[in-house]
């Protein structure tokens, strides 16, 4: 579900260049490419077996033309890639720092739930990865709000917040959070998606177009 609410918030434009920070086997990456044709992506990724599924990936949906993965570690920085700034940049930053907040499911994917160097390093990494005025595109957990807000202000703004909650009557669990760097526009809490209605055992009518690729997140 975050990878396709990630996809979904992704609103590049033709001929732009988006990078997706950890990008997995390219769940988001793909779902974001087939949904924006016009814009190229390059996706992020420090195992080396999950990048290697994700180029697997990106030659069976036939994407070789606009979708790279390039090995590289978020905590080492932008930099560390000598690759030119993006339009925009996505994540799915890894939800805890602290190891004795989570037993993870195994050794093996402790890097998709463990952010060794913290949340500062992923935002950090997105905050060196874009142009001035470019995206910054983020899903997290809704109590990680206050500090990713925090950490992204002091090189961003123009904060667009879309709260994503299980019901109508529950709080939100996930944030998509949208800033531009240097960006200097009051922050704007947007109506929240719900993702099931109480009577019904599906998804809501909104949560079941943007899964079916009909409707996109929107920011407005």
Not at 51 to 58: C, H, K, M
Not at 72 to 96: C, K, M, Q, W
Request: aromatic share 4%; proline share 7%.
């Amino acid at each position: 579900m975050d990878a396709a609410l990630l996809a979904a918030a992704c609103d590049a434009g033709s001929g732009e260049r988006v990078i997706e920070a950890g990008c997995g086997v390219g769940g988001a990456l793909l779902a974001a490419a087939a949904r924006r044709p016009g814009a190229r992506f390059v996706g992020l990724e420090r195992d080396p077996a999950a990048a290697d599924l994700a180029r697997g990936n990106v030659v069976l949906n036939a994407l070789r033309d606009r979708v790279e993965i390039v090995s590289g570690d978020v905590e080492r920085g932008f930099r560390a890639l000598d690759l030119p700034v993006f339009d925009a940049v996505i994540g799915n930053p890894p939800f805890f720092d602290d190891p004795g907040a989570l037993r993870a499911p195994s050794p093996e994917k402790s890097g998709a739930w463990m952010a060794d160097g913290g949340l500062a390093a992923w935002t950090g990494f997105c905050l060196k990865a874009v142009r001035e005025g470019g995206t910054i595109t983020l899903i997290h957990r809704a109590d990680r709000l206050a500090d990713i807000l925090a950490l992204l202000a002091p090189k961003a703004g123009s904060f667009k917040i879309r709260p994503v909650a299980p019901f109508a009557d529950a709080p939100a669990k996930r944030v998509i959070v949208r800033a531009i760097k240097t960006g200097k526009a009051p922050l704007i809490l947007l109506p929240p998606l719900v993702l099931h209605d109480r009577e019904g055992s599906g998804h809501s009518a909104a949560a079941e177009a943007i899964l079916r690729g009909d409707a996109g997140l929107g920011w407005t």
